[in-house]
């Protein structure tokens, strides 16, 4: 087995991207998808769909819908689960499809690659005529991560916390460096944003939050992108 997907297996084995808060942030940024994009109209590629939280409701609204995962555990159970849905188990790096993309997904995948650049730029030739990239990040600057520096919880806003070990993150991007993955790759960005505005951890938003309060956190998030858990970039070729 290939050292990457050995790693992503053991992120599979021990996955927490079901977990209420996590659950929350993928279904609410499928959500600003579909207010950007002709998801009806398109045919789309989705990147690292993990345990497919997004993937179902992609597949529903799309015209077509491709995934590519690297771990064989996760893209085993997609498609015992979407038996109808074409599943590639291999690397970003190996994929070679036969046609254009319309929209090409990437859910929190650009922090877990060893060259995420390099991944876009790949990406980009995936695209069909006037096709566009959306992709979703965690943020260094979100305001808990902020307040973590100031508690001593974190030695600075980017450093790796147990939880990005856990997960298999290998960066933690902020907006800044983010768009310039995208620059770097010729791709021209669209549209720049984020969404939850998250002042504590995940387990303490788990613990106590009603959904209620998470769903106007999400939309908080949307005001103030610079300082939101999550940011995300909508992209075309250059």
Not at 24 to 53: C, K, N
Not at 56 to 78: I, M, N, Q
Not at 103 to 119: K, M, S, Y
Request: a negative charge; charged letters at 20%; proline letters at 5%.
């Amino acid at each position: 087995m290939h050292e990457e997907t050995s790693r992503l297996e053991k992120v599979a084995v021990d996955s927490l991207y079901l977990d209420p808060c996590n659950r929350a942030t993928t279904e609410y940024s499928l959500s600003i998808i579909d207010r950007l994009m002709r998801l009806d109209r398109s045919a789309v590629l989705e990147l690292g769909p993990a345990e497919g939280v997004m993937t179902g409701a992609l597949l529903a609204k799309s015209r077509s819908l491709t995934v590519v995962e690297g771990s064989p555990k996760f893209a085993t159970d997609l498609q015992r689960r979407y038996p109808s849905l074409e599943v590639v188990n291999c690397l970003f790096e190996h994929y070679a499809p036969q046609q254009g993309f319309d929209v090409i997904v990437l859910g929190h995948v650009l922090e877990h690659v060893d060259d995420p650049v390099a991944i876009l730029a790949r990406a980009k030739q995936w695209l069909a005529s006037g096709g566009r990239i959306f992709a979703a990040v965690p943020n260094a600057r979100s305001l808990h991560r902020q307040a973590a520096v100031l508690m001593g919880l974190l030695q600075v806003e980017d450093s790796m916390s147990d939880l990005d070990r856990h997960h298999g993150h290998r960066r933690v991007f902020n907006p800044e460096s983010f768009r310039h993955c995208f620059h770097l790759a010729g791709l021209m960005i669209e549209q720049f944003g984020g969404y939850w505005l998250k002042p504590v951890s995940n387990r303490q938003v788990d613990e106590t939050w009603t959904p209620a309060m998470l769903h106007a956190f999400m939309r908080l998030g949307e005001r103030y992108p610079d300082i939101a858990a999550e940011i995300y970039v909508a992209a075309s070729a250059a």
